[in-house]
């Protein structure tokens, strides 16, 4: 594993434990040039996956981009990093298990909204506003009234 530090091509594995959830293994190495430390993680993919954009580009899934998303709506709320870890680990899985090699962003999009649903409300308007493009104040107040509605019922 190269050292992000120093971009020396060997670093030695110190200590190895599987995350709270099990989905992947968390690695401290050590660097064997400059002696700095880093943390990796090792996870299972099933196979490549694609995402389909609204305008048919074809890209990457990449994991780290669903995780940030999520932790932009999540900013400055109580969702501890571990459960944002382990929605994103949910979707990642939901994906892989579909048997489909190619993914809508909508589909994720819409995978994103139910967790977040049931994480946090406030998060989950603020993702729903930029997912579903709102506009203006009304478009947040309509939302919003249909999330407070169905909390009711």
Known sequence: MRC???????????DSRPTEDGSAIRRRRQCEDCG??????ERIQLRE???LKSDDRREPFERAKLERSIATACRKRPV???RIE?????IQRQIETSGES?????AIGEMVME???ALDPVAYIRFASV???????????????SVTEAGKE
């Open 80 to 82: 501890p990093p571990e």
């Open 49 to 51: 996956l694609t995402i």
């Open 115 to 117: 967790g977040l649903k």
């Open 86 to 90: 382990r929605l994103a680990s949910s």
């Open 4 to 14: 992000p530090f120093c971009a020396f091509d060997s670093s030695q594995v110190k």
């Open 36 to 41: 700095a430390r880093f943390t990796t993680f």
């Open 131 to 145: 997912y579903k493009d709102f506009r203006e104040a009304k478009d947040f107040e309509d939302f919003a009234g």
């Open 102 to 106: 190619e993914t809508s962003s909508a």
